[in-house]
């Protein structure tokens, strides 16, 4: 689901600009790096208690970090592929990498 995605670019993103442990915020968060990835990458939700912790950790507000790269997003997220004609294609095969990801993830 391309917001989640989004969500999760934002936050690593932030995570990133800011030079923010990336172990310290998993540690924060009580995860592992692996699930870590999962929030960066938009293959785990959150719930609005743990954005709001990840805002605060960053030194974002949660509405900051929710809207803050969506053009960044667009440009961004798909770094070994060329630039789609219609973005809801790009979604749709996200989609199905992801759906695909966790079913591996589930079956290991």
């Known amino acids: 689901m391309k917001e989640i995605r989004v969500v999760g670019f934002s936050i690593e993103?932030?995570?990133?600009?800011?030079?923010?442990?990336?172990?310290?915020?998993?540690?924060?968060?009580?995860?592992?790096?692996?699930?870590?990835?999962?929030?960066?990458?938009?293959?785990?939700i959150l719930t609005f208690p743990q954005l709001e912790m990840i805002a605060r950790f960053i030194?974002?507000?949660?509405?900051?970090?929710l809207n803050?790269?969506?053009?960044?997003?667009?440009q961004k997220v798909v770094h070994c592929m060329t630039d789609f004609?219609?973005?809801?294609n790009r979604e749709f095969?996200?989609?199905d990498i992801y759906d695909f990801?966790?079913?591996?993830?589930?079956v290991r």
């Open 13 to 44: 993103n932030a995570v990133k600009e800011n030079k923010i442990d990336s172990d310290r915020l998993a540690d924060e968060l009580g995860c592992g790096k692996f699930d870590l990835q999962k929030i960066f990458k938009g293959r785990k």
């Open 59 to 65: 030194g974002m507000n949660v509405d900051g970090l």
């Open 68 to 74: 803050n790269l969506n053009n960044a997003y667009e």
């Open 85 to 88: 004609t219609d973005c809801k």
């Open 93 to 95: 095969i996200l989609d």
């Open 101 to 106: 990801m966790d079913l591996c993830d589930e």
